[in-house]
């Protein structure tokens, strides 16, 4: 058995989609980056890539890549999970934003995590947080999120 730790923030900016674990939350605001942005995909995928001794997303997904532009990060994600061939046995992730709340969007994105890793929505845990109005998530300026992964 292996663990691995994965976290990731990105500025949030309007116009942009919001997407948490491959699901696209209704907000003003989304996620600035190379790809389409997905803080809690690209913690999952550094979580595998640690557990493995693989490296890290951005050696693998250059933000210098023309490719990986807009690229879907569950597409990145099946690559590791192929690149990493192992057994996922549990994770356990937290996803840090201001709002909008995602209380309601959590059975979601797990079932999306489940079905793109092709493991059971058991395995999967997502919390939400807020930052209490304190620093450049509370003042929803960004978004974080970190997920530690359980292998063997």
Do not use: W, Y
Not at 85 to 109: F, G, M, Q, W
């Amino acid at each position: 058995m292996r663990v691995g730790i994965g976290n990731d923030i990105h500025r949030l900016a309007e116009g942009r989609n919001l997407i948490i674990g491959g699901v696209k939350i209704p907000s003003d605001k989304g996620e600035v980056a190379h790809s389409d942005g997905d803080v809690l995909i690209h913690a999952i995928i550094d979580a595998i890539l640690g557990a493995t001794a693989l490296g890290d997303i951005g050696a693998l997904f250059p933000d210098t890549d023309e490719a990986n532009r807009g690229r879907s990060s569950t597409e990145m994600l099946e690559s590791v999970l192929k690149l990493a061939d192992a057994r996922i046995v549990n994770i356990d992730t937290i996803v840090e934003l201001e709002k909008p709340k995602l209380r309601n969007h959590i059975d979601s994105i797990r079932e999306s995590i489940a079905e793109c890793m092709g493991i059971d929505k058991c395995q999967i845990s997502v919390k939400a947080k807020t930052a209490e109005g304190i620093g450049a998530i509370g003042q929803v300026e960004a978004i974080k999120a970190t997920a530690i992964v359980l292998i063997d």
